[in-house]
């Protein structure tokens, strides 16, 4: 603890333990000075009907509706994405476009909450499997909103 009358230059890093969650087996975290870079290949580490049925990690649908599963399977990709390390809040919001906007712990791209031309839509979110992702144009995502 410190004085209210003492100042100190304490230096403020990033904490790397932060960074401990992502999936090793398909995320990489770098640090450049004031920048942290996020790279994926794309591939979760959790079960999905999503899977390929010959993939360990293929499950039949236990959320998701059959009839609603997108067509598509699960498969490598290349995510890149680099933030500040000291990031401030912005004085105003920006919408964000379609396309990933962002990489989950597992991996996974993060999209917005569009499908195409409108927002996702409850026949869209009905094949969503257990961890809310699905397949697309793009290859398999979450989306947030």
């Known amino acids: 603890a410190t004085d209210d009358d003492e100042q100190t230059d304490e230096v403020v890093s990033t904490p790397t333990s932060a960074f401990d969650a992502f999936n090793e087996d398909a995320v990489t975290v770098s640090f450049d000075g004031d920048e942290v870079t996020i790279v994926s290949t794309a591939l ?3 079960t999905s009907p999503y899977w390929n049925q010959e993939n360990a990690l293929y499950i039949e649908p236990i959320v998701a509706q059959q009839e609603a599963i997108s067509p598509g399977f699960i498969g490598e990709s290349s995510y ?21 906007i962002g990489i989950s712990v597992s ?12 927002d996702v ?12 992702g699905h397949s697309g144009p793009t290859g398999y995502h979450y989306h947030v909103e």
């Open 44 to 46: 979760p580490n959790h």
């Open 80 to 100: 890149m994405l680099t933030v500040s390390s000291k990031p401030e809040l912005a004085a105003s919001t920006t919408a964000t476009g379609l396309g990933a």
């Open 107 to 118: 991996g996974v791209p993060i999209y917005n909450q569009s499908e195409g031309p409108t």
């Open 121 to 132: 839509t409850e026949s869209t979110a009905s094949g969503f499997d257990w961890a809310g």
